[in-house]
């Protein structure tokens, strides 16, 4: 049944979902080609895709936040819903880094730069240092951001080990650190599948954690901080 419901009604539902937000900012960038009302598109598509698959979402510690302060949020990765469900339920002004090739595709290319979001040249690390500089100043001036520190989704939905660059990029901002848990994204959308399943998620935002006065040499104790925040937060 799931897999009818999802190939007769939701996966063609967010293409079509995708297909008008990507002509709406189109639209929207001939009047304005800043960065906010980009950001509100996306979010509207991020709404319609959660309500599409059916899926609840209940948000827990949003008290902890300032919508109009500045963070590197940092979560675990179970599916590919993760960036719907938290784009959708978290008030921020975010900022993406992603990978330079999604730049080079028509239409979303054209939204991710008007949106603001950096990309990232993987290839290449002294580029990609210099990338995190430009997105620390971009921070610094009022944005926030989200990580998943993972690097990737967990293939056992396990936690697996942190990269330190979220860490790094929030020390150079010195803006505070954000752990967030995401519970029952995989039951959703299971990585590698297109089978989308009707069900609850939660989202957990903790206390952040400063950087003020540290240094990118600590970037390796913060991710371990981190990370503990994570796992306690899961339970």
Same mark, same amino acid.
């Given at each position: 049944m799931a897999y009818l419901w999802s190939r007769l009604v939701v996966v063609p539902l967010i293409a079509l979902s995708t297909a008008v937000c990507a002509l709406i900012s189109n639209v929207v960038a001939l009047f304005d080609s800043s960065p906010p009302p980009q950001l509100r598109v996306a979010q509207a598509w991020a709404k319609s895709l959660v309500w599409i698959a059916g899926v609840k979402v209940e948000v827990e510690g949003l008290e902890h936040i300032d919508p109009k302060a500045s963070y590197v949020f940092t979560s675990n990765h179970l599916s590919y819903m993760d960036t719907p469900v938290v784009l959708a339920n978290i008030p921020a002004q975010f900022l993406f880094l992603a990978k330079e090739e999604l730049f080079r595709?028509?239409?979303?290319?054209?939204?991710?730069?008007?949106?603001?979001?950096?990309?990232?040249p993987l290839e290449n690390p002294r580029a990609a240092l210099r990338t995190l500089g430009h997105a620390a100043k971009l921070l610094q001036a009022g944005r926030s951001t989200f990580i998943f520190p993972e690097g990737g989704r967990s293939a056992t939905g396990q936690l697996d080990s942190f990269n330190d660059g979220a860490a790094f990029l929030a020390i150079r901002a010195q803006v505070p650190m954000v752990p967030v848990t995401l519970i029952g994204t995989r039951e959703v959308l299971p990585m590698g599948s297109l089978t989308f399943h009707r069900g609850p998620v939660k989202v957990r935002i903790g206390q952040p954690?400063?950087?003020?006065?540290? &240094?990118? #040499? *600590?970037r390796v104790e913060l991710?371990? &901080?981190? #990370? *503990?925040?994570i796992v306690e937060m899961l339970g």
């Open positions: 595709i028509p239409f979303m290319g054209w939204h991710l730069k008007r949106a603001g979001h950096v990309p990232v954690i400063p950087t003020e006065g540290m &240094t990118t #040499r *600590q991710t371990a &901080t981190l #990370r *503990q925040k």
